[in-house]
């Protein structure tokens, strides 16, 4: 029989489950999502590859419980920033460079693998994935009230807002200057919605 680990067999399955998130996370970050398996988390921690779906059916199901777990933290980011003083405007700009430096993190790469995920998961889990997906836009959507767009056109801008800022993340990458230039642009892109 194996050891348990914890003060009691719920500790012990708690503490397994933790060190199997956690070892699937790092994974994830350093190698990609796609890159990694099942087998190499479990050998990561030490476990059977089929001791694993004791904890987790798949790892959709590790990155969606990242996920769930990264939405609070996004959203208290962007509050803070969009909920902040200032007019709408200038607070979606400093969101913006938010938004682009986090993106330049490991971790934003994960977040990028959610739409891969939804073919794998069932009803239930979509529907979790759809309630953080909206927690996270709900800052965003309340700045765009707040500056004056229009509640039907709300969700559209918010859509573009926020494809133009990953634009932008992508070709910062390139060099200084173009990183200034994308921002002018964008700076300027997020003028023009608001205003219209």
Do not use: C
């Given at each position: ?6 003060a ?111 073919p ?23 700045v765009?009230g ?51």
């Amino acid at each position: 029989m194996p050891r348990i680990k914890g003060a009691n067999i719920a500790a012990h399955v708690a503490q397994q489950e933790a060190a199997v998130f956690d070892a699937a996370v790092s994974l994830f970050i350093e190698h990609g999502y796609e890159q990694v398996t099942l087998g190499d988390i479990a050998a990561k921690i030490g476990l059977a590859r089929n001791s694993l779906y004791r904890y987790f059916p798949d790892k959709a199901h590790i990155l969606l419980r990242w996920f769930e777990q990264e939405v609070p933290h996004q959203v208290d980011r962007a509050t803070a920033i969009l909920g902040g003083p200032g007019a709408p405007a200038d607070r979606l700009r400093a969101w913006a460079r938010d938004q682009i430096d986090y993106a330049a993190q490991p971790e934003h790469e994960l977040i990028s693998k959610i739409g891969v995920l939804l073919p794998e998961l069932d009803p239930e889990s979509r529907a979790q994935l759809a309630a953080a997906h909206e927690e996270s836009m709900r800052p965003l959507l309340d700045v765009l009230g707040e500056a004056g767009v229009a509640e039907n056109d709300r969700q559209l801008v918010a859509q573009m807002i926020y494809g133009l800022v990953m634009s932008a993340a992508r070709v910062s990458e390139a060099d200084a200057q173009t990183a200034d230039r994308a921002m002018t642009h964008l700076d300027n892109a997020i003028g023009g919605l608001l205003r219209g």
